[in-house]
Structures are given as C-alpha cells and as structure tokens.
C-alpha cells in the first residue's frame, strides 16, 4: 500500500513527485552525516575522558583501535546501514547499537589471541593495583618507557634520572670544621684544637686497637702530677705488638727521647700527619714511603711511661685534633 500511494502521487502531479524525492534523500544524507558526527564525537569524548582518568589503559585502547583499523571493516557500508536504520522505523539507539557491533566488534579469527592478550593485561594491571603504583609506573608498564607522553606526567613524576647533587657528594677539604663539641674545659693552648676537622679524602685504619688509657685534653700528668694539655691519646697494649700507619705517607723523621722514647711521625699529605711515640722498636727509616696498615713499628714502654702503650697524635694543618674522631679503640674496665 505504500509504495502503490506513492506510485499513484508521482503520476497524478509529476512535479509534486519529483520533489519529494531528492528531499527524502537529503533528510536520509542528513541523518547519515549526524550519526557520523555523533559517532566521532563518542569516540573523542571516550578517548579524553579515558586519557585523564585511565592514562595507562589507554595503551591496550590505542592496541585495540590499531587493530580496528587495519582489520576488514567497510565503514561507508556501516554508516549507510547506520543511515537506513535511522530513517526506518528502527530507534537511534538500536541502530546506534548495530553499528558499534559491526565496526568494534572483533573478527571471529582475532577473537581467541584479543582475549587472551586482555587477560594477560588484566593479571598484570592487578598485579600493579595491588601494589598501588603511581601514575608513571602504570604507564611504563603498558608501553614502552620511549613512547610514554611526556605530558602525562607530573613534573615530580617524570622519568628522568635526578642529577647528583656536587655539594653533596663532595668531600670537605682538609681542615673543614666537622663537629665542634660542647667542651666547657679550659681554652685549649695554641695550635691545639677540640674541634673535628676534616682530613679530605683520606683512607685511614687504627694504629692498634688498644685501651683508652689517656684521653685528648687537660689531665693531671701521671707520673709527675702537673695539670696540663694532652697532645694525643695513650693506647694501652700488650708488648711487642705491631703498630700499623694511620694512612699512605711519607716518614717524616724518627727520634729518640727521654720523654717519647722511640719515636717517628709519618706525612700524609695536604697538611695531614701522625705521631707515634713509646715504640720498643721502630720499623722504618726517614724518606721512606708506607701504606694505610703496614706495620712500621712495636708498641714498648720506651721513655717517660708507666707501662706498654703507644702514644698518638694527629695533626691537621698544623692544629692537633683528638684522635678520638678517628680511629677506634676500648675503654677500660670498670
């Protein structure tokens, strides 16, 4: 009955008829050209919204609609089905619907290995959920590190290696105050100091490990009983033990006294040296070169003592420091 009613319109007013025609046309070319928009317009508000919220999905989206395009998909054939739907009687959405299905849907020969590379994405995207990663581990997990955006990150969160810090890694120079302790003493004499200095670079190892008999600082003497300024510490050790270099240097000079009985100091360089004092036997000669830990002397009792020990000082460009900073040793029993 319609297309009899039709008919019979052309004929009785041709002219009536023939414009009817290109008119249902224009309105079928309308619809098709505003499905097509609306279709675009889902596409760019989904890929949007989808980049803010989702950053790192949007690498297995981007896999997926590679694949849509180069798959056998007549789109002119999909949106002029799209466009019949829409000037039948069908409804938008039920045509809507069909054109997704034909143009996303996947081809029955991909759907197994789509399946199973979204499986594999799934495990591996719980995996990061349950572990809480930020928003640029995520995404290095679904792309490659080099096709990551760099606008999809926080500054705080780009993929950069910070650079190194000079003034931290750097080592103080020689004679940099380290630490000044809470000393409530008397002023130490000059060229003396209770501060920590620095001694730069140096690779230093404790002379011998023996026990803290005298400490740095004022003390009432020992043996003659005045009150005056320490220069080193007095470790106190069995007879005969060896006595290793503080550091890599150069033996100043050796000596022999009343007070220090054998005695030697070794130059470490950039204003570093050590005195070692009370040895019963002294194992190197003045010029000659050692290493951080060769033996170079015996712990004895030589000069003023009152039993086996070494006495040693340190030196910093040309203020004693304690060597307590510096090296390691026991405390007496108590």
């Known amino acids: 009955m319609y297309h009899q009613s039709v008919r ?5 007013g041709g002219s009536r008829g023939r414009a009817r025609g290109p008119a249902g046309k224009g309105n079928s070319r309308e619809q098709v050209r505003l499905a097509q928009l609306l279709v ?3 596409l760019f508000l989904t890929v949007f919204i989808g980049k803010g919220v989702f950053p790192g ?5 981007r896999g997926q609609l590679l694949d849509m395009i180069g798959c056998d998909v007549d789109f002119r054939a999909a949106f002029a089905r799209l466009g019949a739907s829409l000037a039948g009687e069908e409804s938008i959405a039920g045509g809507l619907g069909e054109f997704f299905v ?7 020969e991909d759907a197994a290995p789509v399946l199973s590379q979204v499986e594999t994405l799934d495990r591996r995207e719980a995996a990061f959920l349950n572990s809480s990663p930020g928003q640029a581990a995520a995404a290095a997990h679904y792309l490659r590190l080099d096709e990551v955006p760099e606008e999809w990150f926080a500054p705080s969160q780009q993929l950069k290696t910070p650079a190194q810090d000079p003034e931290q890694t750097a080592v103080p120079a020689v004679g940099t105050v380290l630490l000044s302790p809470d000393y409530t003493g008397p002023e ?6 209770m501060d920590q200095l620095s001694l730069g670079d140096l690779e230093t190892v404790t002379p011998v490990l ?4 005298s400490e740095y600082g004022y003390r009432e003497h020992p043996l003659d009983g005045e009150y005056k300024f320490h220069a080193g510490v007095d470790l106190g050790a069995d007879y005969g033990r060896e006595i290793a270099a503080f550091a890599d240097g150069v033996v100043e000079y050796i000596g022999e ?5 054998n005695y030697f100091q070794i130059d470490h360089g950039n204003g570093v040296k050590s005195f070692y004092a009370h040895c019963s036997a002294l194992l190197v000669q003045s010029g000659q070169s050692v290493s951080a830990g060769e033996t170079v002397a015996l712990v004895g009792d030589t000069g003023n003592a009152t039993g ?5 000082e340190l030196k910093c460009n040309g203020q004693h420091v304690s060597p307590q900073y510096y090296i390691q040793y026991k405390l007496p029993q108590t």
Request: hydrophobic share 35%.
């Open 8 to 12: 019979a319109g052309y004929r009785a």
């Open 40 to 42: 675009c317009l889902a």
């Open 57 to 61: 999905r949007m690498a297995q989206v």
């Open 102 to 108: 034909e143009v996303f849907g996947p081809q029955e």
């Open 188 to 193: 130490p004499p000059e060229g003396y100091t």
């Open 210 to 213: 023996g026990t803290l008999w």
């Open 257 to 261: 006294s009343d007070i220090y009985g």
């Open 308 to 312: 086996p020990h070494l006495h040693f």
